[in-house]
């Protein structure tokens, strides 16, 4: 059997690879709003939002549940096993994503002309629906080779799946699509589903190849109902009330007559100021993506030390982080967004965001491990709670303050999930670290961004932040020599 690398090169190595395809993704995003205009980005941004809750809706909680089932036999030692749990999972998402698909299909003229309010769009409804069980397929081998730890060949995989796709995407709005927003939603849908098909067909091979470990077929029906359908109620939930979210934005903000261009807005927020706040994230996701199957490794060992030290470093590391680039998005947020996008309006909304980014960052490291843990009914609790105050905030704040409610909001709904989150974390792992740390943290950033705001040039700025930060963490005690020796036992895999 392949020897297991640690998950700290595994967590480099998919850091890498997202750091790469989020910096593809975002040049992207460039490229499109220069192209097409924020109304163009606008329009896209609902396209993908109700593609993005088919997606949700056909993979029903199959990736996840993938993962942590191939991580949980393999944790309890039988490898044996995860042919048949590879097998059941794959029925499943074949079962789930054709009927969406059909659903979907059937139904893309309303969805077009009633949710998205553009008729045009109806064939590249029913082009996603068409691509849609292959992209479900694909959910479920990621997962595999996840639980499984074949990290290195997944992340090649992903990065040759990333070039195949915008390059596909690039010569599609080159040939066919002009400056057409409608053409170039369908280009854009054609390019991601002819990659899907690309990766789908690698890991098939991949698999193929594998050595067969005989044993007595199992059924995983109950263990992998009981997995993924809290999961598939929790995702649809979440993606199907952010998608209404996102259908009732530009409409309650017509409302509002602070705001000249709606749609333009909200394009300006979800596909320009979004995409660079969670940039600095690829190199976390690393490390979130390994989580659920470690922690399940964990548990099904019952390896209680362990899970108290990973949740522990992990909250850590996502909050130190997090207020790094709290503070480099705020100072720099408008020079960026100018630089990126020639938008003075990403640049004030960015300023807003970035102050979420600890926040943000956290609670992404948070989720992954509740769910790694086991707790995906605690998930689904909490994103009904959070969801359905989102869009009730929203139908009430945006048209009497516009931009200014959507981000009131945000901060609300996010900050009371984290902190239910975090506090099922708390009763799963112990007590993570003193009240002191994340506050002296906070100060010190705080102060960091007010000196550092006080010099002119942006370089001058990040730099002098960067070194005020670390300086101020390192006296307050919140970043010790310990951690510095943790650091470099990491990088010695000592």
């Not at 220069?34 to 896209?44: D, K, S, V």
Request: with cysteine.
């Amino acid at each position: 059997m392949q020897k297991r690398l640690p998950i700290f090169y595994n967590a480099m190595l998919l850091t890498g690879v997202n750091l790469l395809l989020r910096l593809v993704f975002t040049g992207f995003q460039v490229y499109l709003s220069g192209r097409i205009g924020a109304a163009g980005i606008g329009l896209l941004q609902l396209v993908l939002s109700v593609g993005g809750l088919a997606l949700t809706a056909g993979m029903a909680g199959i990736r996840t549940a993938t993962m942590y089932l191939t991580a949980e036999e393999l944790g309890k030692r039988r490898p044996e096993n995860v042919r048949w749990v590879l097998s059941g999972c794959m029925r499943y998402s074949l079962l789930c994503s054709g009927a969406v698909a059909v659903l979907v299909c059937w139904f893309a003229p309303v969805i077009a002309d009633r949710w998205i309010g553009e008729s045009g769009v109806t064939g590249v409804v029913r082009m996603y629906a068409f691509f849609l069980p292959v992209n479900c397929l694909t959910g479920v081998m990621v997962g595999y080779f996840t639980g499984a730890n074949r990290i290195g060949t997944l992340a090649a995989v992903e990065v040759a799946e990333q070039f195949c796709t915008m390059g596909l995407t690039v010569s599609l709005l080159h040939i066919f699509a002009g400056s057409d927003p409608v053409r170039a939603c369908g280009s854009v849908v054609m390019g991601s589903g002819m990659g899907a098909c690309f990766t789908l067909l690698c890991l098939l091979y991949l698999h193929s190849q594998e050595q067969k470990i005989p044993g007595v077929r199992i059924s995983v029906r109950r263990r992998l109902f009981e997995t993924a359908v809290p999961l598939a109620l929790a995702d649809d939930l979440k993606s199907g009330i952010s998608t209404v979210e996102n259908l009732m934005v530009p409409k309650r903000l017509a409302l509002c007559q602070k705001i000249g261009d709606p749609l333009a807005a909200f394009g300006v927020v979800c596909g320009m100021v979004f995409p660079v706040l969670m940039f600095p994230m690829a190199i976390l996701f690393g490390l979130a993506e390994l989580l659920i199957p470690e922690l399940a490794r964990c548990a099904a060992a019952g390896s209680e030390k362990r899970i108290r030290y990973l949740a522990r470093r992990s909250l850590r590391l996502a909050m130190l982080y997090g207020c790094l680039f709290c503070g480099l998005l705020f100072l720099l947020s408008g020079d960026l967004c100018l630089w990126l996008y020639d938008n003075q309006d990403a640049g004030v909304y960015l300023r807003w965001f970035a102050l979420l980014a600890p926040m943000l960052y956290c609670d992404a490291i948070t989720d992954v491990m509740i769910k790694g843990l086991g707790q995906q009914t605690a998930c689904v609790r909490y994103n009904i709670i959070t969801t359905a105050m989102d869009v009730l905030f929203l139908y009430l704040l945006l048209p009497t303050y516009g931009m200014q409610g959507y981000f009131a909001s945000f901060l609300v709904t996010h900050m009371l999930n984290f902190g239910l989150s975090l506090r099922r974390l708390v009763k799963l792992t112990g007590k993570l670290m003193p009240l002191a740390t994340p506050l002296f943290t906070l100060l010190a950033t705080a102060f960091s961004i007010i000196a550092a705001g006080f010099l002119q040039n942006p370089i001058l700025q990040g730099v002098a932040y960067v070194l005020l930060l670390g300086s101020l963490l390192y006296l307050l005690g919140v970043v010790s020599r310990e951690d510095l020796s943790w650091v470099k036992g990491l990088i010695r895999k000592k």
